[in-house]
Nanobody
């Protein structure tokens, strides 16, 4: 089975930075897309960023210019560099991957990691 393991969340001061990592493991043929969604208290789930196999990226307007998504294909790992964090970035961040395996295509989600921005 394919699984995603997230790391890098935690508590950070306003204006600070964090980098999230999402490592995929298992019988992976290819990953067309990786990215993050987030769920903030009392808010709807939001698509934060996506990166595709060719390197193209998309971002939510709320994070554009502050967050950067990247991936290391050799490590099957995606990264989300988060700068200029503010309280509205506080959320559980969920990594996502679209994965092709030997048995089919699957959408896989990580367990989520908490990001809290507070002074």
């Amino acid at each position: 089975q394919v699984q995603l393991v997230e790391s890098g969340g935690g508590l950070v001061q306003p204006g600070g930075s964090l980098r999230l990592s999402c490592a995929a493991s298992g019988s992976i043929v290819s990953m067309n897309v990786m990215g993050w969604d987030r769920q903030a208290p009392g808010k709807e789930r939001e698509r934060v960023a996506r990166i595709f196999s060719g390197g193209s990226t998309t971002y939510a307007e709320s994070v554009k210019g502050r967050f950067t998504i990247s991936r290391d294909n050799a490590k099957n790992t995606a990264y989300l560099q988060m700068n200029s964090l503010n309280s509205e970035d506080t959320a559980v961040y969920y990594c996502k991957a679209g994965v092709l395996t030997g048995t089919g295509y699957f959408e896989v989600w990580g367990q989520g990691t908490q990001v809290t921005v507070s002074s």
